[in-house]
């Protein structure tokens, strides 16, 4: 059962607030999914921007054609990847690539992405089922309290938009007890980076076909600051819960040990993983 304070505003769960500043997005994974597995407690991460392009893909997409044995898992998700990246460019340029523990599609991010992720027990929000589609609705309707009527904010299928321009995107991992919901915001993308993905064979229908550059929107173009856009989303987490601002070395938890990252989902793809890919 989720903690509860005594706030202003009423009764409020508990959630523990880290923030970060150019984490590595691997760490941060890990991070998450130890939360998610290890602690009782809720969490809001924030980091903004990570400290090198790397490439993230969900675990389902990386696994949804092939539902087979464990036996063939690493196999068929090597074929997967040849899919949803271009592997030589990314192998010739020296790209990490990281399978998360969590669904979704593929992502490149960097330091001009801007992470946000709840991990949370599933009776810490209210009247929440803690499915996939009630907790994307809860989410937009947070985000909608952050940007308020910015260029025809929405959400659309599971991203988030300005009218029928992407800013964000989403996946989510949910257990017995408990559920993250993590987000990558766009404040800026480097073009180049977008060369890195292929042009997927499944995607929203508002997205219409359109390439990379054309279906994307840079958050820069829309808001006037990167460091206010946090500030509000930490602002509108005070409306939802109460606020316990931590750092990292306070979580009394083993999540620190740095020893037991094969006992968890998130992977750092080898150089041979992505030649097998390669040649698949």
Same mark, same amino acid.
């Given at each position: 059962?989720?903690? !509860?304070? %005594? ?7 508990? =959630? ?13 994974? %890990? @991070?998450?999914?130890?939360? @998610? ?33 464990? /036996? ?12 949803? =990246? ?8 020296? %790209?990490? &690539? ?8 593929? &992502?490149? !991010? ?7 992720? /709840? ?26 309290? !952050? ?26 991992? %949910? ?21 890195? @993905?292929? #042009? ?5 229908k508002y997205r219409l076909e359109r390439n990379h550059i054309d279906f994307l929107c840079p958050m820069r173009s829309i808001l006037l600051s990167r460091s206010e856009f946090i500030r509000k989303t930490i602002s509108a987490l005070e409306n939802h819960f109460c606020v316990n601002p931590m750092e990292l070395d306070e ?10 990252? #094969? ?18």
């Amino acid at each position: 059962m989720s903690a !509860v304070r %005594i706030s202003k505003t009423g009764d409020l769960p508990l =959630i523990n607030l880290l923030r970060f500043k150019g984490k590595p997005i691997f760490d941060q994974l %890990i @991070l998450e999914e130890k939360l @998610l597995r290890r602690s009782s407690d809720n969490w809001c991460i924030v980091n903004d921007g990570t400290d090198r392009p790397t490439i993230v893909s969900g675990l389902s997409g990386l696994s949804l054609f092939f539902p087979h044995s464990r /036996f063939h898992l690493q196999a068929n998700i090597c074929r997967k990847l040849s899919q949803l =990246i271009e592997v030589e460019k990314v192998m010739n340029e020296g %790209i990490p &690539v990281i399978r998360r523990f969590s669904g979704g599609g593929t &992502v490149i !991010v960097d330091k001009g992405t801007i992470f946000v992720t /709840f991990i949370c027990n599933k009776g810490a929000i209210d009247r929440l089922q803690p499915f996939p589609q009630p907790i994307m609705s809860w989410t937009g309707q947070f985000y909608s309290q !952050v940007l308020g009527g910015a260029h025809k904010f929405n959400l659309r299928e599971n991203d988030y938009c300005f009218g029928d321009y992407k800013f964000g995107g989403n996946a989510q991992s %949910i257990t017995k007890s408990r559920w993250v919901h993590h987000t990558s915001f766009l404040w800026d993308f480097d073009t180049h980076n977008m060369s890195y @993905l292929t #042009h997927p064979l499944k995607m929203p229908k508002y997205r219409l076909e359109r390439n990379h550059i054309d279906f994307l929107c840079p958050m820069r173009s829309i808001l006037l600051s990167r460091s206010e856009f946090i500030r509000k989303t930490i602002s509108a987490l005070e409306n939802h819960f109460c606020v316990n601002p931590m750092e990292l070395d306070e979580i009394k938890t083993d999540t620190n040990d740095t020893n037991e990252e #094969h006992q968890y989902s998130t992977k750092l793809m080898t150089f041979e993983d992505l030649g097998k890919a390669l040649a698949s």
